[in-house]
């Protein structure tokens, strides 16, 4: 359970976010899971208790991730039109009650193509999310070129990482399904 959480905060936290928080022996586990239903989705994972401001100790585009834990997935650089989706995986740390986090799927274009927002964050030293942006059968499929995808906490940017849908580019490392 997150450090400092009673029984009625964290049921009321999973009754609010959709959460699913694993029980063994009648005791809240420590893992928490949160996947929001409004694409892009989204899986956190707490891992532990309290600390300072937000710092990404490590972000990747992949096409797989684990949702049983917090694995380092294999990059990817470019996706076809056909793959059902794009991942971005990475490590939160130093996260506390009340930091906002946001992610922004940035189109070639330059506008957002979709958004996944998450407030209301547990204290915990580090946090492991997956989110997804569907492309196979959505607007992405149809947008090829140089997408974005953009992390900002606290209304400051604290990372992006660029892919690409469609062709690829020259010297770009190629996922072969």
Known sequence: MPHGWSKNQVAHFCRAYRTQVRLQNGRIDSLVRLRTWVLPAAWIIALVPPAGAVIVRRSIVTASVSERSCTIPKPAAVFQ?????????????????????RVDWIDPSGAISTTAEYGE??????????????????????????????VVSNGK?????????????????????
Request: glycine share 6%; charged share 10%; proline share 10%.
């Open 157 to 177: 940017s604290l990372f992006s990482r660029e892919f690409q849908i469609g062709l690829a580019l020259p010297g770009a490392p190629q996922l072969s399904s």
């Open 121 to 150: 964050l547990p204290t915990t030293p580090e946090l492991c999310f997956t989110t997804q942006l569907p492309i196979a059968g959505f607007a992405p499929a149809s947008q090829s070129g140089l997408w974005t995808v953009r």
């Open 81 to 101: 039109p056909t793959q059902r989706q794009a991942f971005l995986w990475f490590v939160a740390r130093q996260v506390r009650a009340g930091d906002q986090l």
